[in-house]
């Protein structure tokens, strides 16, 4: 059927360090995708998005990298820090209708001192 | 706060009980929506209003009522609940017919015993 997925549940980094959080899709009609961030008790937070006319995009110290090739999200954090801890999902945007935004399980970033 | 607000933050609820969420967006968005986030499953939508009327029903059981009396307010009445049904609860709303959410309430947690 058709999914996104993460390829890592977690991931620790230095604070200071670039983080880089990869997503996969599996819908290629997808024409645009969204990073969302969540803190612990709180909804998600839009950070960035791209269209499929693009492969990158970049936001304050966040970057969205697309390759429609293999079907496959980035979202690089630059100077990490302690505040961007917190689970970061993609979503990809199907075509037609309003039941067209597909999340992904989520990826928890964990910054570390 | 994110301009999207959601009461009560936290409900514990029997299978026989009523109960309802409720939902206030104060951006002036025309589209609300809600949305289930439970520990093993990817973020699901369950419901979409656009300018009051509803234009997505994902396949929800009907022990979920959704009620839009107006652009600001969404209702999630609920009844008979089963375990499994334990979650969180997300809000969120948007302008436009893109069909994206673009901000999130923080969501209730909803506890069936």
Known sequence: GESVGLHLPTLSVQEGDNSIINCAYSNSASDYFIWYKQESGKGPQFIIDIRSNMDKRQGQRVTVLLNKTVKHLSLQIAATQPGDSAVYFCAENRPGGYNKLIFGAGTRLAVHP | ?113
């Open chain 2, 1 to 113: 706060e994110t301009g999207v607000t959601q009461t009560p933050r936290h409900l514990v609820m029997g299978m026989t009980n009523k109960k309802s969420l409720k939902c206030e967006q104060h951006l002036g968005h025309n589209a609300m929506y809600w949305y289930k986030q439970s520990a093993k499953k990817p973020l699901e939508l369950m419901f979409v209003y656009s300018l009051e009327e509803r234009v997505e029903n994902n396949s929800v059981p009907s022990r979920f009522s959704p009620e839009c009396p107006n652009s600001s307010h969404l209702f999630l009445h609920l009844h008979t609940l089963q375990p499994e049904d334990s979650a969180l609860y997300l809000c969120a709303s948007s302008q436009g017919t893109s069909g994206t959410p673009s901000v999130f309430g923080p969501g209730t947690r909803l506890t069936v015993l």
